[in-house]
T-cell receptor, first 111, second 114 residues
């Protein structure tokens, strides 16, 4: 069975500081990983996916199969980055989009 | 509409009652998903539709839960004999068949069972 672990429930940083949100997964197959974000009073939305290797809003995430991790990083946090962040694993096979989510990390960026 | 629409946004009911939650996906999205999010947890998969048929209902917790999508667009999640443990936010998401990865979520229906 697949599992996603986000060890930090809460993370606080100051504006301009680097930030790293941790995500570890367990899955026997070839994983596809995502970060979803929920800003205050908004719906859950995709931030980035590992297969595209893109940088969104300054965030990047690298899939490390050896460490089974997919940590989200940003070198200089901004106040508008304050939100709930979920790491998610797609392991649905033919049920594409059947995501397993972590418990989420609330990021607060202080001015 | 521009996004996934869910109604009602809030539903308060009594233990033992029947509840229906509705999801209107983005036009043209053939894949539709229901997730449940309990307080302090990430969303948990319930069921996935491809077109009109339930392609994967392995996440439904028991036979009190049922979902339909009769015309391949709007979906209804039905909960019979509600229990206090059913209290959660029920999220609907849709995806275009040509899209890889991105699920578009609705704002959710918050269900409270008293």
């Amino acid at each position: 069975a697949q599992r996603v672990t986000q060890p930090e429930k809460l993370l606080s940083v100051f504006k301009g500081a680097p930030v790293e949100l941790k995500c570890n997964y367990s899955y026997s197959g070839s994983p596809e990983l995502f970060w979803y974000v929920q800003y205050s009073r908004q719906r859950l939305q995709l931030l980035l996916r590992h297969i595209s290797r893109e940088s969104i809003k300054g965030f990047t995430a690298d899939l490390n199969k050896g460490e089974t991790s997919f940590h989200l990083k940003k070198p200089f946090a901004q106040e508008e980055d304050s939100a709930m962040y979920y790491c998610a694993l797609n392991a649905g096979g033919t049920s594409y989009g059947k995501l397993t989510f972590g418990q989420g990390t609330i990021l607060t960026v202080h001015p | 509409g521009a996004g996934v629409s869910q109604t009602p946004s809030n539903k308060v009911t009594e233990k033992g009652k029947y509840v229906e939650l509705r999801c209107d996906p983005i036009s043209g999205h053939t894949a539709l998903y229901w997730y449940r999010q309990s307080l302090g947890q990430g969303p948990e998969f319930l069921i996935y539709f491809q077109g009109t048929g339930a392609a994967d209902d392995s996440g439904l917790p028991n036979d009190r839960f049922f979902a339909v999508r009769p015309e391949g667009s709007v979906s209804t999640l039905k909960i019979q004999r509600t229990e206090r443990g059913d209290s959660a936010v029920y999220l609907c998401a849709s995806r275009a068949v040509t899209n890889t990865g991105e699920l578009f979520f609705g704002e959710g229906s918050r269900l409270t069972v008293l």
